[in-house]
């Protein structure tokens, strides 16, 4: 493909890529280098580059585009990456001296260059990532001359595209990290990490200008990172407790305030009864986004009597700081709601992206929860551990939806009917179950009681000291006062 780094969509009639807004975008990609030459060693690979027309190309700069700081004026690195293996600061230097010949017209500039030349010696790793055949010993780190004598597996050279002066900088400068759920004022159990929530709105397509929905809201974690593309973020949640906050300084809301993000429209909601919520005669959404209720961390509820039949009206004066009864939601239902909800709001071609939990016996095929409004983009897999994992699955809407066939979509959400549904439930306890079968389960299992007690002891008395140094502070107070005012 054809990329484009000056920001022009189409050129000459070719299907083009800004480069730029795509890194922008891309939450896993660490850096896409331009190729200028490769070989099996690096003095074949700089011959591959004497050979090539990248240099001139460059020289030229019209990829760069007419605004781009003219070739003799721009600052410059090389960067040298040995993958598995360790050399010095000077052999780093030597190997960047065998690329003299390019002979760069701009000043040297270690962080933030306008161009960034990668070389890359690869050699043999095995599954973990270190080296077949390691350069140093693993004790006294000495080197290992045989295996130091082998000839790598190629060697690389070329220009770092999209780097953090041209706008790519969710890794380059620590953006990530800038957003990460540490740094943030209102945090819950079931917070969304910043990296996958961005991986989430980015499969979602969301852009500036985007209408992004989440049913199962929670803290807000994916819709921050929905208004963080541009988005209007709207979010719906069962608990009122939750999207109230702990405080005036700890909710929702105070964490967009955080990042100068506008705030979301938070509105109490169950997205088991979003009909009766919500009109629903026309699409409203560009996107839904969403983390639903598994019951590994949080369990899913949905309005109604804790009990059959057991229905009081609440009196006026307690309305407004009532917390409505809700009762256990199915698994099954839940993801039946989600589908139906996002068929009958999504606009045409508009995107549903969730999260769902799944362990080894689960089937993409037959297991995935599925809609005839709806198609299937991608699932990707993400292991968390032997036995668990979750899936982020990405659908668009494809047709239109029919209300007089609510209940054949519902009824037709599982291939397999209950025994689908049942592999995405009570996942929590079929790890419980597993976890019991591995030999030291009971000793671990009383050693961390011990500390969840032990901290739990620790917390009452931190508290009851810190009441104590309260009571004594406005005892010492009013001392001070009567003394004063005699």
């Known amino acids: 493909?054809?990329?484009?780094?000056?920001?022009?969509?189409?050129?000459?009639?070719?299907?083009?890529?800004?480069?730029?807004?795509?890194?922008?975008?891309?939450?896993?990609?660490?850096?896409?280098?331009?190729?200028?030459?490769?070989?099996?060693?690096?003095?074949?690979?700089?011959?591959?580059?004497?050979?090539?027309?990248?240099?001139?190309?460059?020289?030229?700069?019209?990829?760069?585009?007419?605004?781009?700081?003219k070739y003799e004026d721009r600052n410059w690195k090389i960067t040298v990456h040995t993958l598995g293996s360790t050399y010095t600061r000077e052999e780093h230097n030597d190997m960047r001296s065998k690329f003299s010949f390019l002979d760069f017209p701009g000043r040297v500039q270690m962080k933030d260059p306008d161009d960034e030349y990668l070389f890359i010696r690869e050699v043999e790793l095995d599954a973990q990532g270190g080296a077949v055949y390691p350069r140093h010993s693993g004790v006294n780190r000495e080197i290992i001359p045989e295996n130091d004598a082998r000839p790598p597996l190629a060697c690389y050279f070329g220009r770092v595209l999209?780097?953090?002066?041209?706008?790519?900088?969710?890794?380059?400068?620590?953006?990530?990290?800038?957003?990460?759920?540490?740094?943030?004022?209102?945090?819950?159990?079931?917070?969304?990490?910043?990296?996958?929530?961005?991986?989430?709105?980015?499969?979602?397509?969301?852009?500036?200008?985007?209408?992004?929905?989440?049913?199962?809201?929670?803290?807000?974690?994916?819709?921050?990172?929905?208004?963080?593309?541009?988005?209007?973020?709207?979010?719906?949640?069962?608990?009122l407790r939750v999207l109230r906050g702990k405080s005036q300084n700890e909710n929702i809301v105070s964490n967009f305030k955080q990042y100068g993000l506008p705030p979301p429209e938070l509105v109490r909601s169950d997205n088991a009864i979003y009909h009766r919520h919500?009109?629903?005669?026309?699409?409203?959404?560009?996107?839904?986004?969403?983390?639903?209720?598994?019951?590994?961390?949080?369990?899913?509820?949905?309005?109604?009597?804790?009990?059959?039949?057991?229905?009081?009206?609440?009196?006026?004066?307690?309305?407004?700081?009532?917390?409505?009864?809700?009762?256990?939601?199915?698994?099954?239902?839940?993801m039946a709601d989600l589908l139906n909800v996002a068929a009958s709001t999504l606009k045409m071609g508009g995107r549903l992206v969730y999260v769902i939990p799944s362990m080894l016996d689960f089937d993409e095929a037959d297991d995935l929860p599925r809609h005839a409004c709806l198609r299937l983009v991608s699932v990707c897999y993400q292991p968390l551990q032997t036995e668990l994992g979750r899936r982020t699955v990405t659908m668009e809407k494809i047709k239109d939806y029919d209300e007089k066939k609510?209940?054949?979509?519902?009824?037709?959400?599982?291939?397999?009917?209950?025994?689908?549904?049942?592999?995405?439930?009570?996942?929590?306890?079929?790890?419980?179950?597993?976890?019991?079968?591995?030999?030291?389960?009971?000793?671990?299992?009383?050693?961390?009681?011990?500390?969840?007690?032990?901290?739990?002891?620790?917390?009452?008395?931190?508290?009851?000291?810190?009441?104590a140094e309260r009571v004594d502070g406005t005892i010492k107070y009013h001392n001070v006062t009567q003394q004063q005012s005699c």
């Not at 800004?18 to 890194?23: Q, T």
């Not at 959404?285 to 009206?313: E, L, N």
């Not at 979509?409 to 009917?417: F, H, L, Q, R």
């Open 1 to 69: 493909r054809q990329f484009s780094v000056s920001g022009d969509d189409v050129n000459n009639n070719k299907k083009t890529i800004n480069l730029v807004s795509a890194l922008a975008r891309c939450t896993l990609i660490r850096s896409v280098v331009e190729l200028w030459g490769a070989g099996p060693t690096i003095d074949d690979c700089v011959q591959s580059i004497q050979s090539g027309n990248a240099l001139k190309i460059h020289q030229e700069g019209k990829h760069l585009g007419s605004d781009a700081i």
């Open 162 to 239: 999209g780097n953090s002066s041209l706008g790519r900088n969710w890794r380059g400068s620590n953006r990530i990290e800038k957003y990460s759920l540490k740094k943030r004022a209102y945090l819950g159990p079931t917070s969304m990490d910043a990296e996958l929530s961005l991986i989430m709105t980015n499969l979602a397509q969301i852009q500036r200008g985007s209408f992004a929905f989440d049913p199962f809201v929670g803290t807000g974690s994916i819709l921050l990172t929905a208004a963080l593309r541009g988005a209007y973020a709207f979010g719906t949640d069962i608990d």
């Open 278 to 334: 919500f009109r629903n005669h026309l699409p409203l959404f560009d996107a839904i986004v969403t983390d639903p209720p598994y019951g590994i961390r949080a369990g899913a509820r949905k309005s109604g009597p804790r009990k059959d039949g057991d229905v009081r009206p609440i009196l006026d004066e307690h309305r407004y700081d009532h917390v409505a009864q809700t009762r256990p939601y199915a698994v099954s239902d839940v």
């Open 406 to 467: 609510r209940s054949f979509y519902s009824e037709n959400t599982w291939a397999n009917g209950a025994e689908s549904a049942e592999k995405v439930a009570n996942i929590r306890d079929r790890l419980l179950d597993i976890a019991k079968k591995k030999p030291g389960y009971e000793e671990k299992a009383a050693i961390r009681k011990q500390k969840r007690k032990a901290t739990k002891e620790a917390k009452k008395k931190a508290k009851r000291e810190a009441a």
